[in-house]
């Protein structure tokens, strides 16, 4: 029997939400990836080694409920950014900033659901070189986005489905032409004003920010909305009947800086208050005025300094390893997102 290699594998997602929870939805979009292939496992399983049988072994053994779960790691660009945070967060509003001179251009704006429990899903192909599967009821439990000097930014995203797998024969679908992310893309603002709201498509930040770009070693940002399974009583089917976020959204961002000064520390003993804007702008969208890029900025409209330790590298740069706390703004809330490229929807 012949060797089987990954090598000429893919995987595919649908742009567009599931009409209900698991109700499989036409894959349109090709996303290359990294890391292992899905596998939907045995969650629950009861066998009858506790039972009083006349045997001295399990005789039974029985099935309650499946899963998949995975991550899907690949290098940032705006259309993996976008549908991954949008099914993790829940809220998107889309727009054009210039279609008469962009008629291209998409602007989408991602922020946390807070009206709704439920997630939203997708439906996922992967062919792993030797049988190709489909997997509906795809959803998200957290993103992380990361980057350092001389790299690529790269996103992980948590995604679970609801442990039904079929026999898929669908065409490979198309990528977007969209070039990754990379360090010399992304600045990172500290300070300034944050104005303007996403219904106007008015958002900017003003003032005077910080530019700490050249002291910026890496970053990390993760969002997580808690997700989890739910397996309703009288669905005999083994699998996930729907997927509920949890009370809240849990964010981890941590910074590494080269020392300059004592800023970081003094401004983590006075439990200064700032906004963090992470703008990370690719190429000219083509087809237009050349004014339009793929991008993707970061929002965090309240933030504070949470821990600040000093330490040095190998040639005695004074570093400091910065985590902060993500705080909920009235107006703004938590975090915003805001991406462009050509892409006309997602989840609609």
């Not at 890391?35 to 399983?45: E, F, S």
């Amino acid at each position: 029997m012949a060797i089987k290699h990954i090598v000429s594998g893919w995987r595919g997602f649908s742009k567009g939400k599931e009409t209900s929870y698991g109700t499989v939805k036409t894959v349109d979009t090709l996303l290359n990836f990294k890391g292992q292939p899905a596998d939907v496992k045995v969650k629950d399983q009861v066998m009858n080694e506790d039972e009083i049988s006349g045997f001295s072994e399990a005789t039974t053994r029985t099935i309650l409920t499946k899963s998949l779960e995975l991550t899907h790691e690949q290098r940032a660009m705006p259309h993996n950014l976008a549908l991954f945070m949008a099914l993790c967060m829940g809220k998107i509003t889309t727009d054009q900033p210039d279609n008469v001179n962009d008629p291209a251009a998409y602007r989408h704006y991602l922020e946390r659901d807070l009206t709704t429990v439920d997630l939203k899903s997708v439906t996922m192909v992967e062919n792993d070189g030797v049988q190709q599967k489909q997997y509906p009821g795809i959803f998200c439990k957290s993103v992380e986005i990361k980057g350092d000097r001389e790299g690529f930014v790269e996103m992980t995203a948590e995604i679970m489905g609801n442990g039904g797998q079929s026999n898929n024969a669908e065409s490979k679908p198309s990528a977007e032409a969209e070039s990754y992310l990379r360090y010399g893309d992304m600045t990172f603002k500290r300070g300034g004003s944050l104005s303007g709201t996403v219904a106007a498509q008015s958002l900017a930040v003003g003032g005077s920010p910080v530019d700490l770009s050249s002291k910026l070693r890496s970053f990390s940002y993760k969002i997580d909305n808690l997700a989890r399974p739910i397996y309703e009583i009288g669905d005999q089917t083994k699998q996930v009947s729907r997927a509920e976020r949890g009370r809240r959204w849990e964010h981890t961002l941590n910074c590494q800086f080269e020392v300059e000064d004592t800023s970081h520390h003094d401004a983590m003993l006075a439990g200064t208050q700032y906004i963090l804007h992470i703008p990370i702008i690719g190429d000219v969208i083509g087809g237009g005025s050349g004014d339009e890029n793929y991008r993707c900025e970061l929002y965090f409209p309240i933030v504070e300094y949470l821990e600040t330790p000093k330490t040095y590298d190998d040639n005695g740069i004074l570093i400091v390893d910065a985590n902060f706390q993500v705080l909920e703004d009235s107006t703004y809330g938590s975090v915003i997102a805001e991406i462009h490229n050509k892409v006309v929807s997602y989840l609609a």
